[in-house]
């Protein structure tokens, strides 16, 4: 499925959630904020499939081995 993520500017999310990047921000308690980025989704199909593309690409490196050597690095 081609559906972009659109998260809470709270929690640990945006450290990987670069907002028109690879997903949307939105303050929690932001109801007509989150309204209106969903109806960008819907209204945007084109933008939905990148970021949904860019957060593929973005979660593609979050594997083990990688962390692994991310951490040995430091």
């Known amino acids: 499925l081609e559906i972009p993520a659109i998260v809470s500017t709270d929690g640990g999310l945006p450290e990987l959630v670069r907002d028109e990047k690879n997903g ?6 932001d109801v007509p904020g ?6 960008h989704i819907l209204d945007r199909p084109d933008f939905a499939a990148k970021l949904a593309a860019a957060a593929r690409a973005t979660v593609a490196d979050l594997t083990p081995e990688r962390h692994a050597a991310r951490v040995a690095a430091v």
């Open 34 to 39: 989150w309204i209106a980025a969903t109806r």
């Open 24 to 29: 949307l921000l939105r303050d929690p308690y």
